[in-house]
């Protein structure tokens, strides 16, 4: 069975894909990551973010693997360096190539080929597992996504004000769902999940409660 989640960032995806996943036993794709770790890949190698075709032509050399928690990069453990502001701030130039997408998109399928998966990113309901049997599009406001951010950045010892926070959400928001290919949308039977107000706990409750009603066996019984 295929669970995706979909949604912004900051709506607390990354912790409750994770947690589904965990309750329900089944594998876990952060698809974010890759898209971070080849971005980390044209970083490393001085690529021209202007040369759509060498950006693809890396894209399709990159050894990308990931396992439950760790990410790795031509074999080099990178979960850490693939989550810094200057990954972050690269990352359109990779995940708006149609070419690099492909890739990605064919990544993910192999990775999730006969498994039982929960996995999370911008298109996994819409372009990469369109018959998913449990589609969850996770949302909340860009208010309360701008303070979860903040709370975050504060924690890794970074200070920037909320104003800022938002406008770059603003701007990730805006290139993300309005990019060519694999944009951030719900897909058309996708349930719609707002997580204003509700704590991490409830949330995965009212998830594992959709996706668990739709587990044939668990249905019968
Ligand atoms: O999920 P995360 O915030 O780590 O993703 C980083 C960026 O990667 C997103 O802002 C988005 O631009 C891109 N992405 C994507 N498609 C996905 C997952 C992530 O374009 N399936």
């Known amino acids: 069975m295929i669970v995706t989640i979909d949604g912004p960032a900051g709506a607390g995806k990354s912790t409750i894909a994770r947690a589904l996943a965990d309750r329900l036993a089944f594998a876990f ?39 439950e928690t760790q990410v790795y990069l031509n074999g080099d453990d990178v979960s850490d360096a693939i989550r810094t502001t200057e990954v972050t701030t690269h990352i359109h130039f990779m995940a708006d190539n149609p070419a690099v997408r492909e890739r990605m998109v064919e990544l993910q399928r192999m990775y999730a080929d006969g498994k039982d998966i929960v996995t999370e990113g911008r298109d996994q309901g819409t372009v990469v597992f369109p018959d998913a049997e449990c589609k969850i599009f996770l949302t909340a406001s860009p208010d309360e996504r701008a303070r979860r951010r903040l709370e975050e ?69």
Not at 58 to 63: I, P
Not at 155 to 175: F, N, W, Y
Not at 190 to 196: L, Y
């Open 29 to 67: 794709l952060d698809t974010g990551a890759m898209y971070r770790a080849v971005t980390l890949d044209a970083l490393r190698s001085h690529a021209s973010w202007e040369d759509a075709g060498a950006l693809a032509e890396l894209a399709r050399r990159s050894k990308i693997e990931l396992d």
């Open 153 to 221: 950045l504060r924690q890794r010892g970074e200070s920037p004000t909320l104003a800022e926070v938002l406008q770059q959400q603003d701007q990730r928001d805006l290139r993300d769902s309005s990019r060519g290919v694999g944009r951030l949308e719900k897909a058309q039977d996708a349930i719609e999940v707002i997580t204003d107000g509700l704590t991490p706990d409830q949330v995965l409750a009212h998830l594992l409660e959709f996706v668990r009603a739709r587990i044939p066996d668990q249905q019968d019984g």
